[in-house]
């Protein structure tokens, strides 16, 4: 299953050609920072590869510390028509140390592909009141302990709202088809990230607020975050940025700090 992800990078950088005939290029708009997605839609015949250098998060409940990172984890977008684009996103190193009673377990393993297509139902360019629909399926090419250990879907409806020429609304619903943590079936999750982000020349400021809620049949549990975001654009075609994300009940992680890269082709 791992080769899977690779073809699907590959598959990507094939289906895209030149974007010649294109006569004007949008405003770069990457997935990150922020757990929210976005309604932009990438010009069609370009790429955009999005990195994350380190994600690094930090738990500790009922005397049970946990420490977990991703290392490079990637998201490939690929834009198709004017308003419709492609997406695969893989993480290929996955750690997690955790240390109970003065014993630590450390573990290590890559994650699942997830792809996705993101189709605009307004404004396309991410101009004005912008949404659009992003179906997405998640394959089972994790290590044991580190993915969800059978396919998943959703469906997220991402929407966004300038209010001036700085200050910008996002949301973000998005309905989940899980695996029982049993690993018998699957159950319905639900989740939604609500922002607000200004923009003082090539630096983007964010707030977010972020919940998910899993009806696992063993046990609900609801998770939330209060994140902010930080984004430099040097040039059109690159951003860079860091992300600090803060638990607000026991079942999230404490804390979780990153930083990425995203760069159009």
């Given amino acids: ?51 994350a250098f380190a994600d690094v998060q930090r738990d500790r409940s009922s005397g049970v510390t946990t420490d977990s990172a991703a290392y490079g984890d990637l998201e490939l977008r ?18 997690s140390h955790e240390k109970v ?3 630590t377990t450390r573990d290590n393993g890559v994650g699942d592909l997830t792809l996705a297509f993101r189709a605009s139902l307004k404004n396309p360019d991410g101009q004005g009141l912008s949404i659009a629909l992003q179906p997405f399926v998640s394959a089972p090419t994790a290590t044991h302990g580190f ?21 910008a609304l996002a949301f973000s619903p998005e309905v989940d088809v899980v ?11 639900w989740t939604s990230a609500a922002g607000v982000s200004h923009g003082f020349g090539p630096v983007q400021l964010g707030v977010e607020l972020w919940a998910s809620r899993d009806d696992d049949p063993a046990g609900a549990t609801t ?21 600090l994300n803060a638990g607000l009940n ?5 804390i979780e700090v990153y930083a990425g890269l995203a760069r159009r082709f």
């Avoid at 757990?35 to 590869?49: D, T």
């Avoid at 250990?149 to 959703?154: A, L, Q, R, T």
């Avoid at 026991?250 to 404490?254: G, L, S, V």
């Fill in 147 to 167: 993915g969800a250990g059978g396919w998943e879907g959703g469906l997220i409806a991402p929407m966004s709202l300038p209010i001036t020429a700085d200050l």
């Fill in 250 to 254: 026991h079942d999230t992680p404490d």
């Fill in 223 to 243: 998770q939330a975050s209060f994140d902010l975001t930080a984004a430099w654009t040097p040039s059109d075609n690159v951003q860079l940025d860091v992300g």
């Fill in 78 to 95: 690929a834009g198709l028509t004017d308003r419709l684009e492609v997406q695969a996103a893989w993480s290929p190193f996955l750690t």
């Fill in 1 to 51: 299953m791992r080769r899977l992800a690779g073809l699907a990078v590959v598959g990507l950088l094939l289906i895209t050609t030149p974007a010649a005939a294109q006569t004007a290029l949008r405003d770069l708009c990457p997935d990150r920072p922020g757990k929210g997605s976005p309604p932009c839609i990438l010009n069609a015949g370009h790429v955009q590869a999005e990195v």
């Fill in 101 to 103: 009673s003065g014993v």
């Fill in 179 to 189: 695996r029982d943590s049993a690993g018998r079936g699957t159950h319905l999750a």
